[in-house]
C-alpha cells in the first residue's frame, strides 16, 4: 500500500516563503512522477508542479507559479519538496502531494492527505 506523508505548509505573510516535502513508502519505484496539487476553498484541485524519478528530473510548473515555486526530489528518501518563494494571497489552498507510477501517464494514482497553505495580505 503506497503511503504519502507530507509536512509543511502553515501561515505566511505575501511575499514570504514556505516550503512542503512528501515522503513516499511501501512501492516499488523507478520511473514514476511525483508532484503537487492545490485546491482552494470552492475551486476544483488545480495542478502546481512535478518531477520525473528518471535520470535528470524532468520537471513540470503551472503558469501561475512558474519562477515562484521550485520543485526537487531527493531520490534516496522517495520525498519530493516543494519551496514556495514570493508567495500571494491566491496561493492560498490545501496543497496535494500526488504520485504517478510512471512519468509518462496522466493519471495520479495516489494522494497525499493535503496540507494547508495560507498567505495573508
Known amino acids: 500500500q503506497v503511503q504519502l506523508d507530507e509536512s509543511g505548509g502553515g501561515l505566511v505573510q505575501a511575499g514570504g516563503s514556505l516550503g512542503l516535502s512528501c515522503t513516499a513508502s511501501g512501492g516499488t519505484f523507478g520511473r514514476h512522477a511525483m508532484g503537487w496539487f492545490r485546491q482552494a476553498a470552492g475551486r476544483e484541485r488545480e495542478f502546481v508542479a512535478a518531477i520525473s524519478w528518471r535520470r535528470g528530473g524532468f520537471t513540470t510548473y503551472a503558469d501561475s507559479v512558474g519562477g515562484r515555486f521550485t520543485v526537487s526530489r531527493d531520490i534516496d528518501k522517495n520525498t519530493v519538496y516543494l519551496q514556495m518563494n514570493s508567495l500571494k494571497p491566491e496561493d492560498t489552498a490545501v496543497y496535494f502531494c500526488?504520485?504517478?507510477?510512471?512519468?509518462?501517464?496522466?493519471?495520479?494514482?495516489?494522494w497525499g492527505q493535503g496540507t494547508q497553505v495560507t498567505v495573508s495580505s
Open positions: 500526488a504520485l504517478k507510477m510512471s512519468d509518462r501517464s496522466d493519471t495520479w494514482n495516489y
